[in-house]
């Protein structure tokens, strides 16, 4: 798997030596979680992953030298059973995917660190991401935090920017940018989940009603978004306003403490 992560940040590339020499009482570790999924007929099913360790690398080379934060391998296998029945789909249950969350937890507790965030670039993990933050704050007293992607995408239209959660107009366009021998440009097809404006309470994400869904309910090809309008300037540009954000948050958390912490 290709890594733009900077080799003096990734962890696995250090002698436990080396790991040992760290500041490791305050440091931040960056455990990413992704996915290997059905990105429709035009992108790979590493998007997640590469996308995550995309926007990572290029947000630890903002990072002043002396900020002691690392990252970890990326957790390439997620919680993407709302994919199944597409090919190419590889999922955990949610039983696994939390299991690996906690041992990596206790792990980096049992080394001698105390920060870590979890880095997610796959919705169907968003809420179980959320819970284990919680989990090894209140089990192993680690300082635990979420980033959910690099935030918002300038200048889409309404339909994208609300309804193109997958393989649509970003995505497609940061990969262009990333990787483009991996995305097919002849293959782009274009659906959505829902129509902005269409009446009704009930929404597939972040509303007070929601219904569960799996991706076959709503598109034939696996795409929920329309990548047509996609091009790699977008991408580059959206690279580096999310990159910033996200290098933003990762030093404020080097120096986060809980109000009322011993």
Request: glycine share 10%.
């Amino acid at each position: 798997m290709r890594t733009w992560i900077p080799d003096e940040r990734f962890l696995p590339y250090m002698t436990w030596k080396q790991v040992e020499a760290l500041p490791r009482e305050r440091a931040l570790v960056v455990v990413p979680t992704a996915a290997i999924e059905q990105h429709g007929h035009h992108l790979p099913l590493a998007t997640d992953t590469l996308l995550n360790n995309y926007l990572l690398g290029h947000a630890l080379r903002l990072l002043p030298a002396e900020l002691p934060v690392y990252a970890l391998a990326p957790v390439c296998y997620g919680k993407s059973n709302e994919h199944h029945g597409f090919p190419g789909t590889f999922a955990l249950s949610r039983e696994t995917f939390v299991s690996v969350l906690r041992d990596l937890g206790a792990s980096l507790k049992a080394g001698g660190f105390r920060k870590l965030v979890f880095f997610n670039s796959h919705g169907g993990n968003h809420s179980l991401v959320d819970v284990m933050a919680r989990d090894l704050r209140a089990e192993l007293g680690l300082t635990t935090f979420c980033l959910f992607g690099g935030g918002p995408a300038s200048g889409l239209g309404e339909q994208e920017a609300r309804y193109g959660f997958h393989a649509g107009e970003v995505e497609t366009s940061l990969l262009l940018d990333a990787t483009p021998d991996l995305v097919r440009t002849g293959e782009y097809t274009s659906s959505y989940i829902r129509r902005v404006g269409e009446p009704g309470a009930l929404m597939p994400e972040f509303a007070y009603a929601t219904y569960a869904w799996l991706t076959r309910d709503v598109s034939p090809t696996g795409v929920m978004g329309d990548p047509g309008p996609s091009d790699a300037a977008k991408g580059r540009r959206w690279r580096d306003e999310m990159a910033g954000r996200i290098a933003a948050a990762l030093a404020e958390m080097v120096e986060f403490r809980h109000r009322f912490e011993g």
